[in-house]
């Protein structure tokens, strides 16, 4: 938290992922033969998670101990995620609401154009076999095209934040509401916790109308164990280490590095040694196996 322009810089409480509710394409894929993805709607079905949806979220921010705190919504530009941000936009009054942005970075993965199914089944077929996450869709993205994305969208994100462009009272609680799709936000979780590939290839998908909330812990980290279980967190593919990180952000205090995270060093090394000294004896001896 720092002062700029006479304001401080606060940050948001929680930032919640909430996947669309479900689509026309989502309940028969033919959808996509004749319309083009960012006009699919919604169904019935889909209006009302969107609108459970936001009645939980409204429980869980009203329930967490301040009645001081308000909401602002990232949104993609695909009319099904519009039309979810209309329903869960009932949960809350004008008052609660400070703002909401229309932000193209966080849209679907693109497959293409029109998407013709007998095609796009042997396209993902295919996918399976390359990887899901470095799979370029013919004429559309990869995964990895999207986490470019995302990540441009993350640091836009901070500087909204920093420089106040969100008109926050810092005596308020912020809740950032980013209504999206389901692989964009598991790529925003990939670069916000420093997921590696491998990692993000274990994640489930959100289910319609499913969140996950990123939480400040005690020491101003972000993570998913403050609110969700250990058993939700092993339903969407965590590993036990990535579970082990996540119940370690909720306490550590904020630009600490994690000693036990075993992706940050051990899964890119040979086990390193503990001084210089014990690598340049290592070394004189590979040195003399090879004279």
């Given at each position: 938290m720092r002062e700029r322009d006479g304001h401080r810089a606060v940050l948001p409480k929680r930032i919640i992922l909430v996947r669309h509710g479900e689509s026309q394409g989502n309940n028969d894929p033919a959808a996509y033969d004749t319309t083009?993805?960012?006009?699919?709607?919604?169904?019935?079905?889909?209006?009302?998670?969107?609108?459970?949806?936001?009645?939980?979220?409204?429980?869980?921010?009203?329930?967490?101990?301040?009645?001081?705190?308000?909401?602002?919504?990232?949104?993609?530009?695909?009319?099904?995620?519009?039309?979810?941000?209309?329903?869960?936009?009932?949960?809350?009054?004008?008052?609660?609401?400070?703002?909401?942005?229309?932000?193209?970075?966080?849209?679907?993965?693109d497959f293409g154009n029109f998407q013709v199914q007998e095609h796009m089944n042997v396209i993902k077929e295919t996918r399976q076999r390359f990887g899901r996450f470095f799979y370029?869709?013919?004429?559309?993205?990869?995964?990895?095209?999207?986490?470019?994305?995302?990540?441009?969208?993350?640091?836009?994100?901070?500087?909204?934040?920093?420089?106040?462009?969100?008109?926050?009272?810092?005596?308020?609680?912020?809740?950032?509401?980013?209504?999206?799709?389901?692989?964009?936000?598991?790529?925003?979780?990939?670069?916000?916790?420093?997921?590696t590939v491998e990692q993000f290839e274990l994640l489930r998908n959100f289910e319609n109308g499913e969140f996950r909330v990123l939480q400040l812990g005690s020491g101003g980290e972000y993570s998913l164990a403050v609110h969700h279980a250990d058993e939700e967190l092993l339903e969407w593919g965590l590993s036990p280490d990535m579970i082990a990180d996540q119940k370690w952000r909720a306490c550590a205090n904020k630009g600490e590095w994690n000693d036990r995270c075993s992706w940050y060093l051990d899964s890119f090394f040979d086990p390193l040694p503990d001084s210089d000294d014990d690598n340049v004896d290592k070394l004189d001896e590979t040195n003399s196996d090879c004279a």
């Open positions: 083009p993805d960012p006009k699919i709607q919604l169904t019935t079905q889909g209006i009302a998670q969107a609108r459970h949806a936001g009645a939980r979220m409204r429980h869980l921010i009203a329930g967490g101990g301040s009645t001081n705190w308000r909401v602002y919504f990232y949104v993609s530009p695909y009319a099904r995620t519009r039309s979810t941000l209309r329903e869960i936009g009932r949960s809350f009054s004008r008052k609660r609401v400070i703002g909401v942005r229309e932000e193209c970075r966080i849209r679907e993965q370029r869709f013919p004429e559309g993205e990869s995964a990895a095209d999207v986490f470019d994305r995302v990540s441009s969208f993350l640091e836009s994100l901070w500087r909204d934040v920093d420089m106040n462009r969100l008109n926050h009272d810092p005596s308020d609680d912020l809740n950032l509401i980013i209504v999206s799709h389901g692989l964009a936000s598991r790529v925003f979780m990939m670069k916000w916790f420093k997921w």
